[in-house]
C-alpha cells in the first residue's frame, strides 16, 4: 500500500478488507470455524481502519474546513456506528456457533459498499488535495505507518483481551524474514516473554520506540536455525 496519498492507501485498505469479508463468505458453507477466525481478522482490520479516520484522518479534514457537526465527516462517523452494530450482530452470531447471518452480511456489504464509494470518490481527494506533502507525511507517522511494505498493527484501540491472538495471527501468517511493528500503549514485555516460551529462536525482536505513551517494537519471523534477539 503506498502511504504517501490518502486516496490509494486508504482504498487498498478498503480492498485487503473486502478480501477478508470475502474469504469468510466462501467458507462459512463449509467451515464455519475457520470462516469465523477469518471475519475476525476482517472485524480487527476494519476496527483500526475506522480508528485511523476518526482519530487520525476526519480531525485534519475538520480542523482545515472548519465542517464538524453536518459535514461529511460527521455522516462517515454515523455510518461507522451502523457498521460497528452491524459486526456486533454477526459476531455474536459465530460465537454461539451459528451460520444464520446471511441477511446482516448483506446489510453490511450494503452500508460498507456506498460508505467506501464516498470516501474514496469524494473525501479521500479532498484530503490529498488540502494536505502538503509534509502534512501527509505526518498523518502516516501518527498511523505508524512508514515508506515501506512492512505492516504496522496499532492494538490501542483494542480491548485487551483482542490484542494478544491478534498479534500472535499476525506472527503466524509472516513468512520467513519478513515482519511488522505492533503499536501498543505499555511496555511489551509480557508478551516478548510468551514469543519467547512458544516461538524460541523463531522470531526477532527490535523495540523502535519506549514510551511514555506509545510503544513500538518490529516483530519478524526467522527460521529455527536463527537465534532470537533479547530486549
Known amino acids: ?6 486516496a490509494s492507501y486508504y482504498t487498498d485498505d478498503h480492498d485487503r478488507l473486502d478480501d477478508l469479508f470475502q474469504q469468510f463468505q466462501q467458507l462459512k ?48 462517523r454515523l455510518e461507522h456506528q451502523q457498521i460497528q452494530n ?29 460508505h467506501n464509494m464516498k470516501e474514496e470518490h469524494i473525501l479521500y481527494p479532498a484530503i490529498d488535495q488540502m494536505l502538503g506533502e509534509p502534512e501527509r507525511a505526518e498523518v502516516f507517522a501518527r498511523m505508524g505507518v ?12 483494542l480491548r485487551p483481551a483482542q490484542r494478544h491472538p491478534l498479534i500472535f495471527q499476525t506472527f503466524d ?29 523463531q522470531f526477532i525482536w527490535e523495540y523502535l520506540e519506549q514510551g511514555p505513551l506509545v510503544w513500538r517494537v518490529r516483530i519478524g519471523r526467522f527460521a529455527a536455525c536463527c537465534t532470537t534477539e533479547g530486549i
Not at 470462516?35 to 476526519?58: D, P, T
Not at 512508514?146 to 484501540?157: A, I, M, Q, S, Y
Not at 519478513?178 to 503499536?183: K, M, Q
Request: net charge negative; charged share 20%; hydrophobic share 40%.
Open 1 to 6: 500500500m503506498n502511504p504517501k496519498y490518502v
Open 173 to 201: 501468517s509472516l513468512r520467513s524474514r519478513e515482519s511488522f511493528v505492533l503499536v501498543n500503549d505499555h511496555d511489551l514485555k509480557p508478551l516478548y516473554y510468551q514469543f519467547a516460551a512458544e516461538h524460541a529462536s
Open 146 to 157: 512508514g515508506d515501506n511494505d512492512e505492516t504496522t498493527l496499532d492494538v490501542r484501540h
Open 29 to 76: 458453507p463449509t467451515d464455519l470455524r475457520t470462516a469465523a477466525v477469518c471475519f475476525n481478522r476482517f472485524v480487527q482490520g476494519l476496527q483500526q481502519h475506522i480508528a485511523w479516520e476518526e482519530q487520525i484522518l476526519f480531525p485534519s479534514f475538520e480542523e482545515r474546513t472548519g465542517m464538524h457537526s453536518g459535514g461529511p465527516t460527521h455522516v462517515m
Open 86 to 114: 452491524l459486526l456486533g450482530l454477526i459476531s455474536l452470531a459465530l460465537q454461539e456457533g451459528k451460520a444464520g447471518t446471511d441477511e446482516q452480511e448483506a446489510t453490511l456489504l450494503e452500508v460498507l459498499n456506498a
